[in-house]
């Protein structure tokens, strides 16, 4: 196993991007936060927000995970040059039925 020493002033920097992002978002909004010092994830309280979270946080690239249960999308895309995920409910494929 090789552990790799991680640069504090990283770490401080994605904690300053979860707080402006949380404050965008609206904190009451999330359920809870994981981060790296280069990366971002946000599940929020109500799944049914999360796209709309994630394209207000300009994460416009939808993973579907179709085979898990429940099924779920997560967004993707860059805050402040950190990736940054945000789940959400599962789409509909294009063309299904509502």
Request: net charge positive; glycine share 10%.
């Amino acid at each position: 196993m090789r552990i790799r020493k991680q640069n504090p002033e990283s770490l401080a920097r994605t904690l300053g991007v979860v707080m402006e992002t949380l404050a965008a978002v609206g904190l009451e909004r999330i359920g809870s936060v994981t981060l790296t010092p280069h990366r971002i994830s946000l599940e929020p309280r109500d799944l049914a927000e999360g796209e709309q979270i994630a394209r207000t946080l300009g994460c416009t690239l939808p993973m579907d995970h179709r085979m898990l249960t429940p099924g779920f999308t997560d967004w993707s895309g860059q805050v402040a040059g950190l990736e940054v995920h945000v789940r959400s409910v599962l789409r509909r494929p294009l063309g299904g039925a509502r």
